[in-house]
């Protein structure tokens, strides 16, 4: 069996339970205003988040940046290779 919670000496009566699901409302309620009233406290969390999204922000767009710029340099060894291509084509044509 279960210790009993309830202190029967100082009057207490054990509580039914609506008035179990009222007192876990109201310690809720008061856990998150006691966490709103330290918010300050907590403020510096909240610019190292800042200063992680801004570096996030600056990577991502570097990262486009490299994108676009290895789908050029792609593009343009491409083109070369079809150039050597067509010079070692044209050279053996041509015996060069």
């Not at 291509?85 to 060069?96: G, H, N, T, V, W």
């Amino acid at each position: 069996m279960a210790p009993d919670t309830v202190d029967y000496s100082k009057g207490e009566s054990p509580m039914t339970d609506e008035q179990f699901k009222a007192y876990v409302e109201l310690r809720d309620k008061y856990e998150a205003l006691l966490e709103l009233r330290l918010a300050p406290q907590n403020a510096g969390n909240e610019v190292v988040g800042d200063y992680q999204f801004r570096r996030y922000d600056q990577l991502r767009d570097e990262h486009e940046a490299l994108k676009i710029e290895s789908a050029q340099l792609r593009k343009e060894n491409a083109g070369l290779k079809m150039q050597l291509d067509m010079f070692k084509s044209s050279a053996r044509r041509y015996r060069l």
